[in-house]
């Protein structure tokens, strides 16, 4: 029997409320929304601030029969969602249409919510996304297009990230763009104009997130500098008065990552993924109203979604 719930009423018009009032949204992942890898630790692409090390510490699932068989386990196990992601090839592409029979089951048979890393994508492929049931995409979007060949190793054109948008918004798929900050080696870079090229969407969402110091690659002694989070976050703030501006679960590591979510908080953000402890007790002891949720930051907070506190 399905157990297929929907995600809850979307408010559209009070994420501005969050930055008027002391009121923020902690999100928690861990095993309440893992991520699966379809490609295991395979990456074609071995983008220099990752080379395919972070789908390390991903649930891999690469057939249909994987994911189907992992999913389920995880929502018996009280899993509230999945974020399916991968690696890329050579084009930046996660190849999850071959997966799009094991999504289809698992709406019809789970109340999992299922969101997506896609990299670049088609309308086309956007579409059968939608009709599986899928729930949203999250979707990088680089505003330098020499980041993108210097980093990423792509050859590839502003038009593309901004068909790649289009695409994701007119399937009518959930879609929650993400703008990285210092991913060109640390500095801050096309950051400001990845977020003009999002306003084409008016998304309900943005998330900004943070290059991460990888061990064993290119890039692991490299962190962006903590204030140009502010810089970021209040622009967008400005920007999308009506969006959530969330930050996201990458953004550093050690005192940085406090730091940065201390700069999120007062430059208001309506949320924050994986924040620190320190972070959850400064925001008690500065008077904020505090939401948990068990989901991708990324979603829309919703009741199927809330939980009371952090788990242990």
Same mark, same amino acid.
């Given at each position: =029997? *399905? &157990?297929? /719930?929907? +995600?809850g009423k979307i408010n559209t018009k009070n994420h501005a409320h969050y930055r008027l009032t002391k009121k923020i949204n902690f999100f928690i $992942? *861990? $095993?309440l929304f893992p991520s699966l890898s379809i490609t295991g630790s395979s990456c074609s692409l071995m983008c220099k601030h990752c080379e395919g090390k972070l789908l390390e510490a991903l649930i891999p699932a690469t057939t249909c029969d994987e994911l189907e068989k992992k999913a389920l386990s995880l929502y018996k196990h009280g899993a509230k969602g999945i974020l399916i992601t991968g690696g890329c090839d050579k084009r930046g592409r996660v190849q999850i249409n071959s997966l799009i029979p094991? #999504?289809?089951k698992l709406k019809e048979t789970t109340g999992l919510i299922i969101i997506a890393h896609t990299g670049f994508i088609s309308s086309d492929e956007a579409a059968l996304l939608k009709d599986s049931g899928l729930d949203g995409i999250g979707?990088?979007?680089i505003g330098d297009m020499t980041t993108a060949r210097e980093v990423?190793? +792509? &050859?590839v054109s502003e038009k593309e990230y901004t068909d790649s948008l289009l695409a994701i918004k007119n399937s009518g798929l959930m879609i929650f763009p993400h703008v990285c900050v210092g991913i060109h080696f640390g500095k801050l870079g096309g950051e400001f104009h990845a977020l003009e090229m999002i306003r084409a969407i008016n998304p309900l969402t943005i998330i900004i997130t943070g290059l991460m110091p990888v061990a064993g690659t290119p890039m692991a002694h490299i962190k962006p500098v903590p204030c140009d989070f502010e810089n970021v976050i209040k622009k967008a703030v400005t920007m999308f008065p009506n969006a959530s501006i969330v930050l996201g679960c990458a953004h550093s590591t050690g005192k940085d990552r406090d730091e940065i979510e201390k700069i999120a908080l007062r430059s208001g953000v309506s949320g924050i993924a994986a924040p $620190? =402890? /320190?972070t959850i007790g400064f925001a008690k002891e500065n008077g904020? &109203? #505090?939401n948990y949720y068990g989901a991708c930051c990324g979603l829309v907070p919703g009741e199927k979604t809330r939980i009371e506190t952090v788990p242990l």
């Open positions: =029997m *399905s &157990e297929k /719930r929907p +995600l $992942t *861990s $095993t094991a #999504i289809k979707f990088d979007v990423y190793g +792509l &050859e $620190t =402890m /320190r904020y &109203e #505090i």
